[in-house]
T-cell receptor, first 111, second 112 residues
Framework: EDQVTQSPEALRLQEGESSSLNCSYTVSGLRGLFWYRQDPGKGPEFLFTLYSAGEEKEKERLKATLTKKESFLHITAPKPEDSATYLCAVQFDNYGQNFVFGPGTRLSVLP | DAGVIQSPRHEVTEMGQEVTLRCKPISGHNSLFWYRQTMMRGLELLIYFNNNVPIDDSGMPEDRFSAKMPNASFSTLKIQPSEPRDSAVYFC??????????FGSGTRLTVV
């Protein structure tokens, strides 16, 4: 069965303390991997799409990378406003337009 | 573009009542998705439509749940009768081709 897992479940960082979030998947044909940010009381907000191993995308303090079995979301010198839940979602070949979401990582950045 | 619009934002209803959630997708998006989010289970796909046609409804919990998409600009998710375990945040999302979804702000449903 295709599955998506994320680690850690929760992460607390000091402002400026860089770290990485992990998204791992078992897959029978990856079409794309997506990262989302979700703030409390809001819907997930699209961040990045990655399609092939070795691909990287950057946006401000965030950088997403992809290997054959996992993706990392690197956060460089985070600020308190980066606090949110980060979700990854995977689109598989046999799932049509559907995405399978991971459980998310709750990130807290303390000033 | 106003994004994906959901209504109502909050709904409190008594057990046994019918609940209807509404969604207006982004114009030009050909796929629409209904998700449910809870602390215990995270984001779960309930049903998705492609070009107004239901493609996969295997995530619909039971016959109490039904969804329709009468045209490209409107969809409803109905729960009848509602139960306390249906309490969750329900999200609608739309997309085109292989781009990431755009989510609405969600409807927080509380069934008492």
């Amino acid at each position: 069965e295709d599955q998506v897992t994320q680690s850690p479940e929760a992460l607390r960082l000091q402002e400026g303390e860089s770290s990485s979030l992990n998204c791992s998947y078992t897959v029978s044909g990856l079409r794309g991997l997506f990262w989302y940010r979700q703030d409390p009381g809001k819907g997930p907000e699209f961040l990045f799409t990655l399609y092939s191993a070795g691909e990287e995308k950057e946006k401000e303090r965030l950088k997403a990378t992809l290997t054959k079995k996992e993706s990392f979301l690197h956060i460089t010198a985070p600020k308190p406003e980066d606090s949110a839940t980060y979700l990854c979602a995977v689109q598989f070949d046999n799932y049509g337009q559907n995405f399978v979401f991971g459980p998310g990582t709750r990130l807290s950045v303390l000033p | 573009d106003a994004g994906v619009i959901q209504s109502p934002r909050h709904e409190v209803t008594e057990m046994g009542q019918e609940v209807t959630l509404r969604c207006k997708p982004i114009s030009g998006h050909n796929s629409l998705f209904w998700y449910r989010q809870t602390m215990m289970r995270g984001l779960e796909l309930l049903i998705y439509f492609n070009n107004n046609v239901p493609i996969d409804d295997s995530g619909m919990p039971e016959d109490r749940f039904s969804a329709k998409m009468p045209n490209a600009s409107f969809s409803t998710l109905k729960i009848q009768p509602s139960e306390p375990r249906d309490s969750a945040v329900y999200f609608c999302a739309s997309s085109s081709s292989n781009y990431g979804y755009t989510f609405g702000s969600g409807t927080r449903l509380t069934v008492v």
